[in-house]
Antibody, heavy 124, light 112 residues
Framework: QVQLQESGPGLVKPSGTLSLTCAVSGGSISSSNWWSWVRQPPGKGLEWIGEIYHSGSTNYNPSLKSRVTISVDKSKNQFSLKLSSVTAADTAVYYC?????????????????WGQGTLVTVSS | QSVLTQPPSVSGAPGQRVTISCTGS?????????VHWYQQLPGTAPKLLIYGNSNRPSGVPDRFSGSKSGTSASLAITGLQAEDEADYYC????????????FGTGTKVTVL
């Protein structure tokens, strides 16, 4: 049973950088899956942030691309998210999730395992 | 803002059938990209309910079913139960701009 666990600061100052890590257990991050970040502002819907493959290949949401960096650490079986220049609008529960390849080109995915989520608040 | 539109809420009595629509466009569902559905119970992470328009993962009751036609998709819940009260989201791929996975606006299902 694959498990994902997010970790990182729960409070980030405006204009700062949000940094989160997702630890994967019960499976290898080097499997044939993609690894995603999804966020959910309080009381609102889900927004896909981006994804990474164990090779380091990434795809990002065009609306966030200029501020997002996702990286992978195969030795620790984990992947990470950095979101720069944050504002209050970036306050959300951030989830990591495993993406199953449903279509290769374009990269269609669905998400079968999710972390429990971590609330990140942007405030001074 | 989401490119997949869902009704904000639907409700039904126990045992009834409810449906949730997910309306997209020619750059996502209408382009042939498949739809996946998630259930989010209060205070928890989303759970995969339907993948590839109509496939249920192991463990998901057959009360849940999905379909797709044209630029829309639907999730049906038959024999509604109190435990089905949750938020439901559709998800697909959108090829506009540089392409991205996109989620629906979400629907709150209330069991009366």
């Amino acid at each position: 049973q694959v498990q994902l666990q997010e970790s990182g600061p729960g409070l980030v100052k405006p204009s700062g950088t949000l940094s989160l890590t997702c630890a994967v257990s019960g499976g290898s991050i080097s499997s044939s899956n993609w690894w995603s970040w999804v966020r959910q502002p309080p009381g609102k819907g889900l927004e896909w942030i981006g994804e990474i493959y164990h090779s380091g290949s990434t795809n990002y949401n065009p609306s966030l691309k200029s501020r997002v960096t996702i990286s992978v650490d195969k030795s620790k079986n984990q992947f990470s998210l950095k979101l720069s220049s944050v504002t209050a609008a970036d306050t959300a529960v951030y989830y990591c999730a495993r993406g199953i390849v449903w279509g290769a080109d374009p990269p269609e995915r669905y998400f079968d395992y999710w972390g429990q989520g971590t609330l990140v608040t942007v405030s001074s | 803002q989401s490119v997949l539109t869902q009704p904000p809420s639907v409700s039904g009595a126990p045992g009834q059938r409810v449906t949730i629509s997910c309306t997209g466009s020619s750059s996502n569902i209408g382009a042939g990209y498949d739809v996946h559905w998630y259930q989010q119970l209060p205070g928890t992470a989303p759970k995969l309910l339907i993948y590839g328009n109509s496939n249920r993962p192991s463990g998901v009751p057959d009360r849940f079913s999905g379909s797709k036609s044209g630029t829309s998709a639907s999730l049906a819940i038959t024999g509604l139960q109190a435990e089905d009260e949750a938020d439901y989201y559709c998800q697909s791929y959108d090829s506009s701009l540089s392409g991205s996975e996109v989620f629906g606006t979400g629907t709150k299902v209330t069991v009366l």
